[in-house]
C-alpha cells in the first residue's frame, strides 16, 4: 500500500511543499468564486508556518490542497518533488494515509471509540506509526487514554484528535483553527502540544488562525488576503506557547 | 403565497426523495394489498348479493327418493314458505368425444309447463332455453362448454338411466346455486369433467320413473323468516318420501365454497396490510428522528422567532403526512390493478354472469386513515422531542453521544475486533431502539419473503400426501342407486381392475352437543389398501370394528374429541339414529368425511353387503378399455379419475397460488430493499462526519464503506433467523386462516424456501448498499469536518 515518490530526490533536501501559480476556483451554481489567485509558497521541514489573514482569504482553501483534501484548478504543487496537481483519488488517500497529519476546528473525534482506539485508527493503517500511547502520552493524555470523547473536555479531545494526526509520524500537520472551539487555557495546552510535536519530531506544522498573537509561537508567518499571500514574515525567536496571551 | 414553513417542507423533502420513495413504497405494498383484497371482497360479496337477487337463489334446498307433485302445494303451506320449486335433479354419465375418461353431470330439470323458473334461474350466455315440449335440447353449464369448446347446437351424449342418448345443446347457461359448479361433496372444481346440464321435466322424469313427481325442492321463504322452524316441518313433510333432510343456502356447496372464500380473503385484509404498515411505521420513525435531529438549530430558530410549539409540531408532522399520503395514492392504484387483475383468478373457481372488478373506496379512505394513522403513530415520541426542545438549549451543538464499551467487549471477547467492529456494535449498543426497529423490518421482509415458497411446498406436500399415501385409487366409481353386492361383483370384473373395494357412504346428520353437520359416512373395508385413512404423522389408522374415524377437522367443528360419542342420524331408509363413539382422527385437507368399517355401517343399515360404489385401481394398459366399459355401465353416475382430478387441482388452484407468490415476492423485495435503503441512508447522514474524518485521516473509499455497511451487515444477519421464525409463523397464521371446511393447507416448509428468502433479502440489502455506498465517494470531506454538527 506504501507508496514512495517516484521522482529524483527533490531539488533541496529540506523542501517539503512547494507550490507555483496554484489557484483555486469553485463553481456554485452559476457563481464562480476564485478562492486562490495564484499562490507561490515553498515550505520546508521543520518550520512552524502560521497562516493569518480574515476570513474568505483563502487560508483554508490552500490547507485543503496542501493536504490533498482538495485538488487545485491550476498551478503546480509538489511534496518533496513529487507532484500532487492531477493525483488520483487513491494516491491522494495514500498520501494523506502516510504523509500528513490533519487537526480541525472540531475535533471530529468518533464518539464510539475510546480515545486510544481513535488514535490506533491510524496506527492500524499507517506505513510506521508510533504506539497509540506514546502518541497520546506526547500530548500529555496518557492517563486517559480508556475515556470516551463524551467524557473529555474541549481541550482533551483536540489533544486526541493531535494525538491521531501525529501517530502516524506525518511529515506535515495541517491545523485548521486548532483553538477556534476554545477557551485561553485550554487553547494554551493545545498550541503546547503542536509546538512540541513540532520540535521533538520535526514535523513541518501549518496553523491557520485568526488570532494574531498565535504568530508569534511561528518561524514563519503568511498573511493571505483576497487569495493571495500579500506578506511574509520571519520571527527571529519562536515564542514559547506557554507564555503567550490574548 | 405558500407558507415559509410548507416551502422548507418540500425543499427538505426534495431532498430526501430516495428515503420518502422508499418509505412510501413500503407503506403502499400494505396499502395495495389492503385496497386489493378489501376490493375483492367488495366485489364477489356485491356481485354475489345481486346475481342470488336476480336471479333467485333459494334459500333452503331438500333431496328426497321420490314424491308426488302434490306434496309441492304441502310445503309451500308451510308457514314462512314463499317459493316453492318441485325438480328432478339426477347425476349423469356423459361421454365425451375422444376422451376416454368419462365425465359426469348433474342434470336439473326446469319447470314442467315450460314457463319461466321461479327459483335458481338460469342466466343464459348463448343461445336459447329448450322449446316447451322439446325432449332432447339441454342448456349446458358454461364452465365446461368452455373447458370442452362446446358451443349451442353441438351434439352431447348423456347416459340417461342407463340409455345413452343424444341430447342438443341449445344453450350456454350459469346458475346462481353453481357459483362454484363441482360434483357433490368435491372442494375443487374439475370444469373439463363435470357440467350442470338443464332439461325440460318431462323427458327427464320419464326416463327416471319420475313423471308426476319430483325428487329435489328449492324454497325461498318469506322475509324476515327463520328457516329452522321451515326446515323442521319440510323434513317432517318429506320424510316419508326418503329426504336426506333440507339445508339452508349457508349449507349449499357452491354458497359454502364463496363463503370460504370469503373467509380467507378477510383473514389476509387484516393480517398482511398489518405487517407492512408496521414495517413502514419503523421506517417513518427513522426518518423523522433523523430529521429532527438534523434541523436542532433550525427548530431552535423558529422558536425564537415566535413560532409556537404547535406550528412546529404540525410542520414534522406533515412530513409524515406527505409520505402517508403518496403512499395511499401508490398503493391505491396499484391495488386497483393488482386486483383487476386478480379477480381473474377467481373466474377459474367461480362463475358469474359477470365479474367485475369494483373498487372498494371506502377502503381507500381506511386505507389514507390507517397509513396516517400508523405513521403518526410511529413519530408521536420523535415530534415531541422537537416540540418541547427549549430553544436556547437547541442552539447549542450536541455534546458527543455517549458511549461505552460494547457487552462483547465488557465480557472480553475483545482483542481481535477490529476498530470498524467495535464502533458498529458500539453503535447498536447505544442506540438499540433503531437498530431493533431495522432488524424487526428486515424480519418482516424476510418473513414475507418465506410464505409464498411455504404455499408451494405446502401444496406439493398435499399433493403427494393426498394424492399418493392416501388415495392411491386409479379411480372411483359411484352408483346411482345403492346395490347389492353383485354390483360389486360386476365392478371387480371390468376390464383393467386389478383390485376393487368396496364403498357404501350413507347421508347423515352428525350431531354432538348443539352443533351438527349433514354429511356422507362412508364404510370402507378394513385393511382399505386404495383408500387409507392416515393420521396427523402419516401414519395409516386401523379401521375400528365399531365407531368413526372422523376428519379432524370435522371433530373440531363438532367440538367433539376421541372417545366422545356422536349422535349419528342416518337419512335413508328407515333413517336409524344411534350414538357412535369417535375412535380416530383423520388428517384430510379437502372437504370432511367420517368413515365406518363397512360390515358395521351394514348392521346399522339392516342391510347385507350392499354398496354405492367401489375404489379402484387399474392396470394402466388396459385404461381405455376399463374406461369405455364403465361409461357403458349403466348404473354408475359418477366416475372420479384420480390423474383428471390432479390435473383439475394444478389449473386452478395451483395456478391461482402461482400468480399470489408472484405478487408476494415483489412484495418482499420492496420491503427488503426500502428496509436496508433507508436504514443505509440515515446511517450515512448520522455519521457522515465519522465517515469524513476517516476519509482524512487517509482511509480508502472501500475501507469507509465497510464502516458504514458493518452495522448494518450485523443487523441484516441478526434478522435472518428472527424473519426465518417470523416467516414460519406467518405462513401457519395464514395456513390457518384457510384452514375451512372445504380445503385446509398443510403446513411445509422445506429448507430451500428459507435458502431463497435468504437470497432474495441479502440481495436486496447488497444493492441498497450498493446504491448508498457510492454515496460515500461523494462526500464532501471539507465541508462535513467544518462544519459544526
Known amino acids: ?246 | 403565497m405558500i407558507d415559509p414553513l410548507d416551502l422548507k417542507l418540500l425543499r427538505d423533502l426534495g431532498r430526501m426523495k430516495g428515503q420518502v420513495v422508499a418509505v412510501s413504497l413500503v407503506m403502499a405494498c400494505g396499502l395495495a394489498m389492503m385496497i386489493m383484497t378489501r376490493s375483492l371482497i367488495f366485489t364477489l360479496d356485491s356481485t354475489r348479493a345481486a346475481y342470488y337477487q336476480k336471479y333467485a337463489m333459494a334459500e333452503v334446498f331438500a333431496s328426497l327418493k321420490r314424491a308426488p307433485l302434490a306434496l309441492a302445494a304441502r310445503v309451500a303451506a308451510v308457514p314462512g314458505v314463499a317459493v316453492v320449486e318441485p325438480r328432478v335433479a339426477v347425476d349423469v354419465t356423459l361421454d365425451l368425444p375422444g376422451v376416454a375418461e368419462p365425465a359426469s353431470g348433474r342434470v336439473i330439470s326446469l319447470p314442467e309447463d315450460g314457463g319461466p323458473q321461479q327459483l335458481n334461474r338460469l342466466f343464459l350466455r348463448s343461445g336459447r332455453m329448450p322449446q316447451a315440449g322439446a325432449r332432447r335440447e339441454v342448456v349446458l353449464g358454461e364452465a365446461f362448454a368452455m373447458a370442452n369448446g362446446l358451443h349451442a347446437g353441438d351434439a352431447l351424449v348423456v347416459v340417461i338411466n342407463g340409455r345413452r342418448e343424444t341430447l342438443e345443446i341449445c344453450g350456454i347457461g350459469l346458475s346462481p346455486e353453481f357459483v362454484f359448479e363441482a360434483r357433490a361433496g368435491e372442494t375443487l372444481p374439475d370444469h373439463r369433467r363435470f357440467s350442470v346440464i338443464w332439461m325440460n321435466y318431462r323427458p327427464l322424469a320419464v326416463a327416471y320413473n319420475l313423471d308426476g313427481a319430483f325428487n329435489d325442492l328449492c324454497l325461498d321463504l318469506t322475509p324476515g323468516t327463520q328457516p329452522e322452524a321451515v326446515i323442521a316441518e319440510v323434513d317432517r313433510l318429506l320424510a316419508p318420501y326418503g329426504a336426506s333432510g333440507a339445508y339452508t343456502r349457508k349449507e349449499q356447496a357452491s354458497a359454502q365454497r364463496l363463503d370460504d372464500e370469503l373467509r380467507v380473503l378477510r383473514a389476509l385484509a387484516v393480517a398482511y396490510p398489518l405487517v407492512f404498515l408496521s414495517v413502514a411505521a419503523f421506517m417513518v420513525n427513522a426518518v423523522l428522528s433523523r430529521i429532527v435531529r438534523l434541523q436542532r438549530e433550525q427548530i431552535a430558530q423558529l422558536k425564537a422567532l415566535g413560532y409556537s410549539s404547535r406550528q412546529v409540531g404540525v410542520h414534522y408532522l406533515k412530513f409524515v403526512w406527505v409520505i402517508g399520503v403518496l403512499g395511499t395514492l401508490i398503493g391505491g392504484v396499484a391495488g386497483r390493478f393488482l386486483g383487476a387483475g386478480l379477480v381473474q383468478i377467481y373466474t377459474l373457481f367461480f362463475r358469474f354472469p359477470a365479474l367485475d372488478f369494483q373498487l372498494d373506496y371506502s377502503a381507500l379512505a381506511l386505507a389514507l386513515l390507517v397509513s396516517l394513522g400508523a405513521s403518526v403513530a410511529g413519530v408521536l415520541t420523535v415530534v415531541w422531542q422537537a416540540v418541547k426542545l427549549p430553544p436556547a438549549e437547541a442552539m447549542r451543538p450536541e455534546p458527543p453521544a455517549d458511549f461505552k464499551p460494547s457487552l462483547f467487549e465488557r465480557i472480553g471477547l475483545t482483542s481481535w475486533f477490529s476498530p470498524a467492529l467495535r464502533m458498529a456494535l458500539r453503535n447498536i449498543e447505544r442506540r438499540p431502539w433503531p437498530a431493533a426497529f431495522t432488524t424487526c423490518g428486515l424480519a418482516l421482509a424476510t418473513g414475507l419473503m418465506v410464505l409464498p415458497g411455504a404455499m408451494s411446498d405446502s401444496i406439493d406436500y398435499l399433493l403427494t400426501f393426498q394424492w399418493n399415501r392416501q388415495q392411491r385409487q386409479d379411480a372411483t366409481v359411484f352408483l346411482t342407486e345403492p346395490g347389492s353386492g353383485s354390483g360389486f361383483h360386476d365392478l371387480e370384473h371390468l376390464p383393467g381392475v386389478i383390485r376393487a373395494e368396496p364403498l357404501r357412504s350413507v347421508p347423515a346428520r352428525l350431531r354432538f352437543g348443539h352443533r351438527s353437520r349433514k354429511l356422507a359416512v362412508t364404510g370402507i373395508a378394513p385393511g382399505s389398501e386404495l383408500n387409507r385413512l392416515l393420521d396427523e404423522r402419516g401414519e395409516v389408522l386401523e379401521m375400528p370394528a365399531e365407531g368413526l374415524l372422523m376428519s379432524a377437522k370435522l371433530a373440531e367443528v363438532l367440538g367433539a374429541r376421541v372417545g366422545d360419542e356422536v349422535q349419528v342420524e342416518v337419512m335413508e331408509g328407515r333413517r336409524p339414529a344411534l350414538l357412535v363413539p369417535i375412535r380416530g382422527l383423520v388428517t384430510d385437507f379437502a372437504g370432511v368425511a367420517a368413515y365406518m368399517d363397512i360390515a358395521a355401517l351394514r348392521r346399522l343399515l339392516l342391510e347385507s353387503d350392499t354398496i354405492n360404489g367401489a375404489f379402484i385401481a387399474l392396470d394402466h394398459r388396459q385404461w381405455d378399455e376399463f374406461m369405455r366399459a364403465v361409461k357403458d355401465t349403466p348404473r354408475s353416475a359418477a366416475v372420479m379419475v384420480k390423474r383428471e382430478q390432479l390435473a383439475a387441482f394444478r389449473e386452478t388452484t395451483a395456478a391461482s397460488i402461482g400468480t399470489i407468490r408472484k405478487l408476494y415476492f415483489v412484495l418482499a423485495v420492496i420491503v427488503a430493499f426500502g428496509v436496508v435503503y433507508n436504514s443505509a441512508r440515515i446511517a450515512l447522514s448520522e455519521r457522515s462526519r465519522e465517515l469524513a474524518t476517516l476519509r482524512v485521516v487517509g482511509f480508502g473509499l472501500a475501507e469507509v464503506r465497510g464502516v458504514l455497511i458493518g452495522e448494518l451487515a450485523i443487523l441484516v444477519m441478526l434478522a435472518l433467523p428472527f424473519g426465518l421464525l417470523f416467516g414460519r409463523g406467518l405462513a401457519m397464521l395464514i395456513m390457518a386462516s384457510f384452514s375451512t371446511e372445504t380445503v385446509r393447507m398443510p403446513i411445509v416448509i422445506n429448507p430451500a424456501t428459507y435458502a431463497l428468502a435468504i437470497t432474495v433479502v441479502l440481495a436486496a440489502a447488497a444493492l441498497s448498499f450498493a446504491m448508498v455506498g457510492r454515496r460515500v465517494g461523494k462526500l464532501d470531506l471539507v465541508g462535513v469536518l467544518k462544519a459544526r454538527d
Open chain 1, 1 to 246: 500500500m506504501n507508496v514512495e515518490p517516484p521522482l529524483p530526490p527533490p531539488p533541496s533536501a529540506k523542501q517539503v511543499f512547494e507550490a507555483r501559480g496554484v489557484r483555486k476556483v469553485y463553481h456554485t451554481g452559476e457563481v464562480e468564486v476564485v478562492a486562490l489567485h495564484g499562490v507561490d509558497v515553498a515550505l520546508e521541514a521543520g518550520e512552524l508556518v502560521v497562516l493569518l489573514g480574515p476570513s474568505g482569504s483563502g487560508k483554508s482553501t490552500l490547507l485543503n490542497i496542501l493536504g490533498g483534501l482538495d485538488v487545485a484548478t491550476c498551478g503546480e504543487l509538489s511534496y518533496k518533488g513529487w507532484a500532487l496537481d492531477g493525483a488520483e483519488e487513491n494516491t491522494l488517500t495514500l498520501f494523506r494515509r502516510n504523509c500528513v497529519g490533519f487537526v480541525f476546528q472540531f475535533y471530529n473525534l468518533i464518539p464510539s471509540l475510546t480515545a486510544r482506539e481513535n488514535v490506533a485508527l491510524i496506527t492500524g493503517i499507517a506505513r510506521d506509526p508510533m504506539p497509540p500511547e506514546e502518541a497520546l502520552a506526547m500530548v500529555g493524555l496518557q492517563e486517559r487514554m480508556d475515556h470516551f470523547p463524551s467524557q473529555l473536555s474541549g481541550g482533551e479531545q483536540q489533544r486526541v484528535a493531535i494525538a491521531r494526526a501525529i501517530a502516524k509520524r506525518p511529515e506535515v500537520l495541517l491545523c485548521d483553527e486548532p483553538t477556534g472551539a476554545l477557551d485561553v487555557t485550554t487553547g494554551i495546552v493545545v498550541l503546547e502540544a503542536i509546538e512540541r510535536i513540532n520540535r521533538e519530531l520535526g514535523t513541518l506544522t501549518v496553523v491557520i488562525t485568526h488570532n494574531a498573537v498565535m504568530a508569534e509561537m511561528a518561524d514563519r508567518v503568511l498573511y493571505l488576503s483576497d487569495g493571495r499571500i500579500v506578506k511574509e514574515r520571519r520571527n527571529s525567536t519562536r515564542r514559547p506557547a506557554a507564555s503567550l496571551e490574548w
